[in-house]
């Protein structure tokens, strides 16, 4: 006889949760006891008197079949509410499963619906939905397949980015989100004020704030490696993790006005050690999704990107070709391939650029290095002059197959002269970052560092093209009603 839906609790301690699906699917043996919760994939009632449900927790991609005897206390009036998208608690034995391709089933003798879902207003019904579509809905898009997959693979290579770095001593960092610089010097920043709209326009046409609450312009960062930089000239290794911001008005799906940005900063490094870094922190956090998201990875390779396996490889199992930037420019001038931007020295490689790289020619990741100064910020530390009079500085980024630039970094310019100048030249006032200028002053060291935006890096391990499909709540122009 079941137990009395009483006694089935419906909440649990965080401390003592029960077994996931996951846990079950991979460990649970026939005879055993178990409670599980989650959310109803499917329900199927057969003419045997059983109900078949597909239950999913979010633990893995896979479900849990439960099977429901229809001879459970009231069980028509209870098991009503059990549609697609319900929440359901159940309690039952494993059993052996009669059906294919699962080892595993739970007969449940008891079981609670804390919440029901109306099947004719549920939106995420059991068929393929386009990706345009689950963003209006960003709020349940984590219960489909693919966004469930997207966020454990993204919470697996957050947890790898502070292993490498926790591992290797280094020390982590807040720095702000609201700032007074603008480290690229773009100008594409957020202002953060406390001042009514006409007031604020009143001191950004006077170029006074003055009167706003930290007394001068503020707004959200846009990298935290300045302040990552005092941390690293101070007391060793340092790498932050954060969310950035960019005021850029674009909709492509490569740009959020939100990401989140992985920053290293290292003394006593050059760019040679910079890149050495970069490769290693790549390899490490996709090997451990690899490891450990083996059945999500499959399920991109077959539902994404049948490529992915054959890109993880390159990347895992080949060293990154450095490539100095007047090479790649020769290169791509002599490739024979029509390109709808001409490759010119002086200029940023586009995508179609790094693609040709990373895809046709070397067929694996590259680092560029060596960039003219006139298409890179102030803080990368100058070249001598080449042969030919051209300024370059000691900038590298590391381009991916089928993403394209995934991580952005450089040695920094130590020389107090030199960021100075390079400073005015660019139209920075130096006294609006005397701080940093100070660095310089006392104790100056080589150091370098990168930056590496955690949804390119998602990208690259999951196939998936667009990036506002690889962050939780993506915030583009016009959208942030989530």
């Known amino acids: 006889m079941s137990a009395p839906a009483a006694e089935l609790s419906v909440t649990v301690s965080p401390l003592s949760p029960g077994p996931t699906v996951a846990a079950l699917l991979a460990d649970a043996q026939p005879g055993e006891t178990v409670t599980v919760r989650g959310w109803v994939r499917t329900r199927r009632d057969s003419k045997a008197g059983l109900s078949f449900v597909e239950l999913n927790d979010g633990s893995c991609l896979s479900n849990l079949q439960l099977v429901l005897p229809h001879e459970l206390k009231e069980f028509e009036s209870r098991a009503a509410p059990i549609t697609t998208g319900a929440s359901l608690v159940a309690r039952g034995e494993i059993v052996e ?27 995420l019904q059991k068929k393929r939905h386009s990706f345009e579509y689950l963003r209006e809905i960003a709020h349940l898009r984590p219960r489909s397949n693919t966004f469930g997959a997207v966020a454990r693979v993204r919470n697996r290579l957050s947890h790898a980015a502070h292993e490498f770095f926790q591992e290797r001593g280094f020390l ?102 910079d890149m050495d870094l970069a490769e290693a922190f790549v390899k490490a956090t996709l090997a451990a999704v690899r490891e450990d998201c083996a059945e999500d990875l499959e399920f991109f390779a077959q539902r ?52 040709f790289l990373t895809e046709t020619h070397f067929k694996r990741p590259v680092i560029v290095h060596d960039y003219p100064a006139s298409i890179k910020p102030f803080y990368m ?45 660019q139209g920075i006032d130096p006294a609006s970052l005397w ?25 690259l391990a999951t196939g998936m093209q667009n990036v506002r499909d690889v962050i939780p709540f993506p915030r583009t122009p016009g959208h942030a009603e989530f």
């Open 304 to 355: 994404i990107d049948k490529t992915l396996p054959e890109t993880l490889d390159a990347v895992a199992n080949q060293e990154f070709v450095r490539l100095p930037y007047t090479e790649a420019i020769d290169l791509l001038q002599n490739s024979g391939q029509s390109f709808e931007y001409p490759a010119e020295w002086g200029h940023d490689l586009q995508t179609e650029h790094e693609r």
């Open 381 to 425: 530390r100058m070249n001598e002059p080449d042969e030919q009079g051209r300024e370059t500085v000691r900038a590298m980024d590391v381009l991916a197959p089928r993403v394209g630039e995934i991580v952005g970094g450089s040695q920094r310019e130590e020389r107090e002269d030199v960021l100075v100048s390079r400073m005015k030249g």
């Open 97 to 123: 499963s009669q059906g294919k391709n699962q080892r595993i089933e739970l007969r449940v003798d008891d079981f609670a619906v804390p919440g029901g879902a109306d099947p004719d207003r549920y939106p």
């Open 172 to 273: 982590y960092a807040h720095t702000p989100i609201i700032t007074t610089n603008d480290c690229e010097g773009a100008g594409e920043v957020f202002t953060v004020t406390a001042l009514n709209a006409a007031k604020l326009a009143e001191a950004a046409a006077a170029g006074d704030f003055s009167r706003d609450f930290f007394g001068k312009h503020a707004g959200l960062t846009v990298s935290g490696q300045l302040e990552g930089e005092v941390y690293a000239t101070s007391l060793g290794p340092t790498y932050t993790f954060g969310p950035t911001f960019r005021a850029e008005n674009s909709n492509t799906p490569r740009h959020l006005a939100e990401f989140w940005m992985i920053e290293p900063e290292v003394p006593f490094c050059d760019l040679e050690g």
């Open 435 to 459: 701080w940093y200028v100070e660095l310089r002053t006392y104790g100056s060291v080589p150091h370098a560092g990168f930056g590496l935006g955690l949804e390119r890096l998602v990208q």
